[in-house]
Structures are given as C-alpha cells and as structure tokens.
C-alpha cells in the first residue's frame, strides 16, 4: 500500500514541479513547450471608415495600439498574468500584448538579450545577471512573486526554525536559489548549515515526496505549488514554516525573499514608457483578480497550461502573488540580490545592480 502511495504522489507532482523547478532550482533544466498567446483582433471598423470625399476621416481612428512581446517563465512567476493574458487574446487590451510562456529561462534570456522580448516575468535574481549581462539593458519594474518555499513534515516535530537543529531535512535546488535562502535563514537563527544539521539535497522533487512518503517524521523544503500537490497526495504532510517569514523575522534592511519580477528592456521604455506604464495598470489589475477570484485564476491557469487548475485552487494563496513597485520593490529587492551576492557572486551576475536597475 505505501508502495501505492508514493507511486500516486510522484504521479501527482511530476507536472506541477517541472515548471515550478525552473524558477527555484536550476534553469538549465529540460525545456517544455513554449506557448504563445496572441491577440485575436479584427481591424478597427473606425480606420475604414471614409468621409464623404473618400479619403480616411483622421480624427475618427483610434490611438494606435503597441506591439509588446511579453514572456514568462512557466512557473509561480507566471501566474499573476493569467487574466491579462485571457484579455489580450480577446483584444479588449489598452496596447497589444503577444504573451510567451517559456519552459527554462534560457529562452526568455536569450530573446531579452537579442531584443526579441519586451518585457519579462523571471526569477529575482536572473533579472541581475541580466542587468550586469546587458550592461543596464534591462531595468527592473516591479516584484511579481515573493517566497514560495515552506518547510514540510509528516511528524510533529518543528514548530520554529531552532527545531531544526540535529534534524534531517530532504530538499531540491543544490547550489542555487533555494540552497542560499535556507542557509540564510539557518545561519541568521545561530544555526550552521554545514555542521549543526543534514541537508540531503535530491536531483528530483519527486525523490524528496518518496521520502515524505517512507518515513512517520520526515522533513523537507519544497515550493509551491508543489507543496500543495504532495499534501494533496499524503494527508500527513502538512506546513510547519514559511521561509518568507521566517527571513523576515531576522532581515535588518527590508528586504525578504523575493521569487519573481518583471522587467523591461531598457531601449523599449525609453522608447514606449507610456504605454509600459499602460501595461503595468493593467498587469496590476491582474494580479488582484487572480488573489480575489481563485477559482476563476486557476482554471486560467490550466487554460495556458502553466499548471493544473484542481492544485491550484490550494496553491495560489501560498504562491504570494503580488505586484511591488517603486521604492518598497527597491527595498525589497537590494536587500535579498545582497544576501544572494553574499554566499555566491556569481548567482546574481558577479556584483550587485547601480541605481539605474531600478525604475522609480
């Protein structure tokens, strides 16, 4: 029977994580397919209209629309656009937005650097190795997702970050984003990653849900929604901590866990900034139907097949899904790329962003 189980459960989770993977492990993972949504428009009936001398009556067409090509990484970054993203493809849009939902970051990567990308939803801190990549190419808009990570046990052990002292914790994400966020958290709470605990890191989410599965007291670090899969599957397993909160019970400067953002290529908004603006109301107006309507998001979310819908009825209130601007995302933001940059260079593009990463 537990045979049975462990089976179902890595079932359950194989689909959901292979998005969520790419945003808080590592990018080089193998791609899904991409899909794009398109606006579905008919030409204005004003701009045909012709005046009695049968030239076009200027005054009567509308302002004229701009083309944006917008990508997202499939994943929790994703999934504050999705009723944006149901409105371009009805045309009822202020500008014309071509979305692209892409299965690893190299691909949003590569269209931002080459210019064949607008505006982008992608990891935190991709968005400064970017920055640095580019030389300022790209500027930071706003924070979309904050943390995802919650520890999980089937047991009853763990009421506080101290608990986890002496334990066994099984996770995914060796060397990357989730790796530094635990061993922040760790570290600030007087704990070493290193020697006061063991941290089994797995190649496969779906190795860390066996483990959850096999054992009465297991503990381990996954992100949503995959968190929310794997309790669907095992009703022992069940949260015990959140790490975005448990970063800002001991962050000093304002900053927290920051997942995803959206940025905009430099040249672009130097280019369209009104219109840019235009996108960020209506990318704003998203994210709160997707917190307020969860039903309703999360059959958009299947709809642009980023994850299934029956998860995610659960999931997207543990997601954070948000939309951060101006100087609380500087904040924010400086705070966790510092923290970052403080265990690995390298992991936020060898230094930190000048003031002009920033749009303010």
């Known amino acids: 029977m537990r045979k049975i189980s462990t089976l179902l459960i890595m079932l359950l989770c194989m689909a959901a994580f292979t998005a969520c993977s790419k945003e808080t492990g590592d990018p080089s993972n193998t791609a899904e397919a991409t899909v794009t949504v398109a606006p579905t428009t008919a030409p204005s009936e004003a701009a045909t209209i012709e005046d009695a001398s049968g030239a076009s009556d200027e005054s009567e067409k509308p302002a004229e629309k701009i083309g944006m090509k917008v990508a997202a990484l499939k994943g929790p970054t994703a999934i504050g656009m ?27 990567s590569t269209g931002l650097v080459k210019g064949d990308v607008d505006i982008a939803a992608i990891p935190c801190n991709l968005a400064s190795v970017l920055y640095n990549k580019t030389q300022g190419g790209i500027k930071l808009a706003g924070i979309n997702t904050l943390g995802v990570l919650y520890i999980v046990e089937t047991g009853n052990s763990i009421k506080s970050v101290q608990d986890l002292k002496g334990k066994t914790i099984y996770a995914t994400g060796l ?6 966020t635990l061993n922040y958290i760790l ?24 483990m959850l599965s ?19 599957g095992n009703d022992k397993v069940h949260i015990v901590l959140d790490m975005a909160e448990e970063w800002n019970r001991v962050a000093t400067d304002g900053s927290t866990v920051v997942t995803g953002v959206v940025v905009v290529r430099s040249e ?41 819908a029956a998860p995610m009825k659960k999931a997207i209130p543990y997601c954070n899904i948000t939309l951060i601007q101006g100087s609380e995302m500087k904040d924010k933001v400086n705070g966790y790329l510092s923290a970052l940059f403080g265990q ?15 749009i303010q």
């Open 187 to 210: 570290q600030a709470n007087g704990i070493d990653p290193e020697k006061d605990l063991t941290i089994e890191y797995k190649t496969e989410p779906t190795e860390v849900a066996a």
């Open 344 to 358: 690995k260079p390298d992991s936020v593009g060898g230094a930190l962003p000048a003031e002009d990463f920033y």
């Open 82 to 108: 999705v009723k944006l993203m149901d409105d371009a493809a009805a045309g009822v849009t202020e500008n014309n937005y071509q979305f692209t939902i892409a299965g690893t970051a190299d691909e949003i």
């Open 214 to 232: 096999k054992s009465e007291d297991a503990i381990a670090m996954l992100p949503q929604p995959y968190v929310t899969t794997v309790m669907l």
């Open 268 to 308: 672009f908004l130097e280019d369209n900034r009104e219109a840019f603006d235009a996108f960020m109301k209506e990318y704003a107006a998203s994210t709160e139907f997707v917190n307020e309507k969860v039903d309703a998001a999360a059959t958009l979310v299947e709809k642009f097949d980023i994850f299934k």
């Open 175 to 180: 060397g990357t984003v989730p790796q530094y």
